[in-house]
């Protein structure tokens, strides 16, 4: 892995955290213990820098036995993590809300590699993060690792999807990570508008920008790129069309997996998160921009009277 990458990845993770993303991680430590080796913060808010609505963070435990007293939780975080449960606190800075996701080290170092058979976690941590608790130096080093892979992973997986002329692409950062979050939004239940898919790489341009730098130089270095080069404010890469095309039909086949695992989570996520369904609507509006009204009846018993608000969110593509 580059060096130059995981040190500037490190850096990322080292700024202070804001106040309220400390008291959360401070009360998410709470519920599971020494079991607890990371916590990292991410998401909207940390782009806002803001802690109204719902801050989101990934707990890195050492296994799922010592993170829970509940086989049942156990059992379910390892067939298909992470366990994602939301957490209201009240505090000096007022109620303060996250959602918060538990996975084991070793999974969530599969899960940002390029082995891994979706981007659910490496599109996450090519964002910007920051580390709220490590338990120790090798905790900080090992978040710093994975954050790293999660970059070079989400160059690597999505850049071939760029126009190429035979063996060559040239293309600028911008269309790379605008490419990257159009796709990875769209292998989830996350309908995104091209707003917002644009407004994630814009917040931070320079940060991105010399990313996938790094990212396109460790790749070069490893042999996965014939070679790398920069054209003024563009890079220029060159990769076999036939590894090209490999790449883009794995992708492909296997983005329906993706959308299985996503619907699988939404629904195991209804026994770990608590009262979901506000939460779920709340998202849904703000990605679609449209509201969407439910009865009291089905708000309490979602699975049993929710069915035609459901059948009519799918029919409009609202969530995928």
Same mark, same amino acid.
């Given at each position: 892995?580059?060096?130059?990458?995981?040190?500037?990845?490190?850096?990322?993770?080292?700024?202070?955290?804001?106040?309220?993303?400390?008291?959360?991680?401070?009360?998410?430590?709470?519920?599971?213990?020494?079991?607890?080796?990371?916590?990292? @913060?991410?998401? #909207?808010?940390?782009?806002?820098?803001?802690?109204?609505?719902?801050?989101?963070?990934?707990?890195?435990?050492?296994?799922?036995?010592?993170?829970?007293?509940?086989?049942?939780?156990?059992?379910?975080?390892?067939?298909?993590?992470?366990?994602? @449960?939301?957490?209201?606190?009240? /505090?000096?800075?007022?109620?303060?809300?996250?959602?918060?996701?538990?996975?084991?080290?070793?999974?969530?170092?599969?899960?940002? #590699?390029?082995?891994?058979?979706?981007?659910?976690? *490496?599109?996450?941590?090519?964002?910007?993060?920051?580390?709220?608790?490590?338990?120790?130096?090798?905790?900080?080093?090992?978040?710093?690792?994975?954050?790293?892979?999660?970059?070079?992973?989400?160059?690597?997986?999505?850049?071939?999807?760029?126009?190429?002329?035979?063996?060559?692409?040239?293309?600028?950062?911008?269309?790379?990570?605008?490419?990257?979050?159009? !796709?990875?939004?769209?292998?989830?239940?996350?309908?995104?508008?091209?707003?917002?898919?644009?407004?994630?790489?814009?917040?931070?341009?320079?940060?991105?920008?010399?990313?996938?730098?790094?990212?396109?130089?460790?790749?070069?270095?490893?042999?996965?790129?014939?070679? @790398?080069?920069?054209?003024?404010? #563009?890079?220029?890469?060159?990769?076999?069309?036939?590894?090209?095309?490999?790449?883009?039909? !794995? *992708?492909?086949?296997?983005?329906?997996?993706?959308?299985?695992?996503?619907?699988?989570?939404?629904?195991?996520? /209804? /026994?770990?998160?608590?009262? *979901?369904?506000?939460?779920?609507?709340?998202?849904?509006?703000?990605?679609?921009?449209?509201?969407?009204?439910?009865?009291?009846?089905?708000?309490?018993?979602?699975?049993?009277?929710?069915?035609?608000?459901?059948?009519?969110?799918?029919?409009?593509?609202?969530?995928?």
């Amino acid at each position: 892995m580059h060096l130059e990458l995981e040190a500037r990845i490190a850096e990322e993770l080292a700024r202070p955290a804001p106040e309220a993303a400390c008291l959360l991680s401070d009360a998410i430590r709470e519920r599971h213990g020494d079991a607890v080796a990371a916590v990292l @913060f991410y998401g #909207s808010c940390l782009r806002k820098d803001t802690h109204e609505g719902v801050l989101d963070f990934y707990v890195l435990v050492d296994d799922y036995r010592s993170a829970y007293r509940s086989l049942y939780l156990c059992l379910v975080n390892r067939l298909v993590p992470p366990n994602v @449960f939301f957490l209201a606190q009240d /505090t000096a800075l007022g109620t303060l809300r996250c959602k918060y996701a538990v996975i084991s080290r070793a999974d969530f170092e599969r899960g940002v #590699s390029t082995a891994s058979l979706v981007p659910y976690f *490496w599109a996450r941590f090519a964002q910007p993060a920051r580390v709220v608790h490590a338990r120790d130096d090798d905790a900080r080093s090992f978040a710093a690792r994975c954050c790293t892979r999660a970059v070079v992973t989400l160059v690597r997986r999505l850049s071939v999807f760029l126009p190429a002329t035979g063996d060559t692409q040239r293309f600028s950062p911008a269309a790379l990570w605008h490419e990257a979050f159009r !796709r990875t939004y769209g292998s989830e239940l996350r309908t995104e508008s091209a707003d917002t898919v644009r407004s994630n790489y814009e917040t931070e341009p320079a940060r991105y920008d010399a990313l996938a730098g790094f990212a396109l130089e460790a790749l070069r270095d490893d042999g996965w790129l014939e070679d @790398f080069s920069r054209r003024g404010a #563009s890079f220029e890469v060159v990769l076999s069309a036939k590894r090209r095309a490999l790449a883009r039909l !794995r *992708w492909q086949l296997e983005r329906p997996l993706c959308k299985g695992l996503a619907v699988v989570r939404l629904f195991k996520n /209804t /026994t770990t998160f608590g009262d *979901w369904v506000p939460y779920i609507l709340w998202k849904i509006e703000r990605h679609t921009g449209k509201p969407v009204e439910v009865t009291e009846r089905q708000r309490r018993h979602p699975f049993l009277f929710g069915w035609p608000v459901l059948a009519r969110l799918l029919w409009q593509r609202d969530i995928f």
